[in-house]
């Protein structure tokens, strides 16, 4: 069998693997992207960046996602709509198949990496494809082991990537030609019928979510950053503001997605960022926008004008256009990919209603209902058929990623806050004045005042005033931001509507924590917001 390496190659029996074509080892970004350009898988920009398509999935499958389920984790998860559960014969049956498949590709590309920047507590991981882009892929967005760590590095988990093989869902047992099956038992991920790069890392990030927790390690869909003293953590769901927000050039980014809080403080699970880059630009942006500019750097559905300059505002491919690239390609960032502890946790919320102040402090018990709730609102247009805002709630701000009970995740940072004295705010990036139609959207020199005032300390001494329905602390005053617009319900002309709309709001995160009240304490369910109406 013919192969070639980066630095040091193996053997892929041991995954029951035998390969036909070449196999790649370890090759680096620079091989890769040349190699797929070479077969065809992208084209470079005008700047040398690779620009690739991922065809009919622009995004991830949720409903293709299963668990195996196993004697060793059936307890451990939290099974349901989101953990939904397979068979072992299903997951052996279509491993089969992907087998067969990757072995009789004319070459396949091999990457033994890691997750996590702690080396106590990285996961040996490897990812076998058959792409070169998707290789390069994983090889920005996983830590990148040197020489000796390579040498002697032993995969714990395994992941085989077939995105051109494709299911069928009436004789293999899944949903569509789709899926992403975990075999927590067999130390395996499959993945098949999608080329969003996407689904490797988010199914390794699953992983850890499920290891972390019974170490004492809590695993956070977030971003982090530090001024070596203060660091923060910032919990959103997409369009929050989470990566945008923890760009400040005051502070150094420790990560922009996925990250561990252990007994040493945040470590970044990645070695890269896959930042959205939806109407990206220089001026609001520069280091992200910096990044689109350079040969290792992989571009996802971006559209290329004739000169081959991509144009971060045409969407005609998807929305959830994308660009991944080494964490390297950062400048202002920290060296070892760590922080402290935190002393502030940021949770922060896109109210297209309108009526969440723009910045509130949470007691401890708020803190984890918040974490569980996990809210934002979409707005319209942004989906077929949302003609009005509409809530969104995602436990933990990373539900379809997170195997056990919220509640699970929710005891872990209560229990971290509580010993190094973090602060949780809740930061609304949203509307003021009405709802989406109506009011406007919070300035973002308004949410950063609020944001360094809450970080630097400048926030702890102020009147702060109770919220009736939500029952957080609003501040009276920050410095740089008008005090009328801090109180929610003074900047909408009617009053009354103003009410009406806040309680609907209230009654819908009642709604939803419905489901998680058994697996918390009465302090957290006492912590729901109370409708005054």
């Known amino acids: 069998m013919p192969a070639t390496h980066g630095s040091i190659s193996g053997d892929l029996s041991q995954h ?23 077969r065809g898988e992208g084209v470079f920009s005008a700047h040398r960046a690779l620009v690739t398509e991922t065809g009919e999935r622009t995004g991830r499958s949720p409903n293709d996602k299963f668990i195996v389920d196993e004697a060793t984790t059936t307890e451990d998860i939290n099974w349901g709509d989101v953990n939904v559960s397979t068979d072992l014969a299903t997951f052996t049956a279509l491993r089969a198949k992907v087998v067969a498949y990757l072995e009789a590709r004319d070459a396949l590309f091999v990457q033994d990496l890691y997750c996590g920047a702690e080396s106590s507590e990285a996961l040996p991981i490897r990812v076998v494809t058959h792409n070169a882009w998707h290789s390069a892929f994983a090889r920005n967005m996983f830590v990148r082991p040197d020489h000796d760590a390579l040498a002697g590095h032993a995969p714990q988990f395994t992941v085989l990537h077939a995105p051109h093989f494709e299911a069928d869902p009436g004789v293999d047992g899944v949903n569509s030609h789709v899926f992403v099956i975990v075999n927590y038992a067999a130390k395996e991920v499959i993945i098949g019928g999608s080329r969003y790069a996407g ?53 150094a980014l420790v990560g922009d997605d996925e990250h561990g809080w252990g007994a040493n403080g945040v470590f970044n699970f990645e070695g890269g960022c896959y930042a959205k880059l939806i109407d990206l630009s220089e001026e609001d942006e520069p280091a992200i926008f910096g990044t689109t500019r350079r040969f ?3 571009l996802e559905n971006i559209v290329l004008d004739d000169a081959g300059v991509p144009d971060f505002a045409d969407t005609s491919k998807t929305q959830n256009t994308r660009g991944s690239y080494p964490i390297e390609f950062i400048d202002n960032r920290t060296l070892d990919s760590k922080g402290g502890h935190p002393q502030n946790v940021i949770f922060l919320t896109c109210d297209a209603f309108g009526v969440l102040p723009p910045i509130s402090r949470l007691t401890p018990e ?23 805002p509409q809530a969104t709630f995602s436990a933990c701000f990373g539900e379809p990623f997170m195997p056990m009970h919220p509640g699970v995740y929710a005891d872990l940072l209560s229990s971290k806050m509580a010993e190094h004295g973090a602060t949780a705010w809740l930061i609304n ?14 300035k973002i020199r308004y949410t950063r005042a609020m944001l360094n005032a809450a970080l630097d300390g400048d926030l702890d001494d102020v009147v702060y005033v109770t ?31 103003y009410d009406a709309t806040a309680d609907r709001l209230a009654r819908m995160f009642n709604d939803n924590f419905a489901r998680y009240a058994e697996g918390v304490s009465d302090d957290v369910n006492a912590a729901a917001p109370s409708p005054l109406a």
Request: one cysteine or more; hydrophobic letters at 35%.
């Open 16 to 38: 029951g693997l035998a390969p036909q074509g070449d196999v790649h080892w370890n090759l680096d970004a620079a091989q890769l992207i040349e190699l797929a350009v070479e």
């Open 199 to 251: 689904e490797i890392k988010k199914s390794i990030f699953s992983v850890m979510n499920l290891i972390l927790p019974k170490k004492g390690i809590l695993p956070m869909h977030c971003s982090a950053n530090t001024n070596g003293e203060n660091t923060a953590i910032f919990f959103g769901l997409s369009g929050t503001g989470k990566t945008t927000l923890s760009a400040d050039p005051k502070r």
């Open 296 to 298: 290792g750097t992989v």
């Open 366 to 388: 708020q803190a984890a209902y918040h974490f569980i709730s996990g809210y934002t609102a979409k707005v319209a247009g942004t989906e077929v058929g949302v003609k009005e």
């Open 429 to 442: 990036t949203g509307w003021s004045g009405g709802a989406y139609g109506v009011g406007q959207r919070m």
């Open 467 to 497: 919220d009736g329905r939500f029952g957080f602390e609003v501040p009276t005053s920050c410095p740089g931001v008008p005090e009328d617009v801090l109180q929610p319900r003074g900047t909408w002309t009617d009053g009354a509507a």
